[in-house]
């Protein structure tokens, strides 16, 4: 097999000792820590707008609290 299909196989969770082993071994890590790379730059976007939404409700929530009181 090329580098194209090792990356480009359906199963994507390397096996990493027998990586080690082959002549791709740098390529594959390079092309995997740039995936991964991206993946954690959609995941942080994902997380602002979690969080976003999370101080919504707990602003609303005590903007509730403090009308109630009154």
């Known amino acids: 097999m ?6 480009n196989a359906k199963d994507e969770m390397f096996d990493f ?3 080690k082993s082959s002549s791709n ?3 594959i ?3 995997f820590r740039i995936q991964s ?3 954690n730059q959609f ?3 994902d997380y602002i707008t979690k969080m976003r939404i999370f101080i919504r409700m ?3 929530y005590i903007v509730k609290i403090i009308i109630y009181n009154i």
């Open 17 to 19: 000792l027998s990586m």
């Open 58 to 60: 707990k602003l609303l």
């Open 2 to 7: 090329g580098i194209k299909e090792k990356i």
């Open 37 to 39: 790379f991206y993946n």
């Open 29 to 31: 890590v390079r092309k």
């Open 25 to 27: 071994y740098g390529y």
């Open 43 to 45: 995941m942080y976007r």
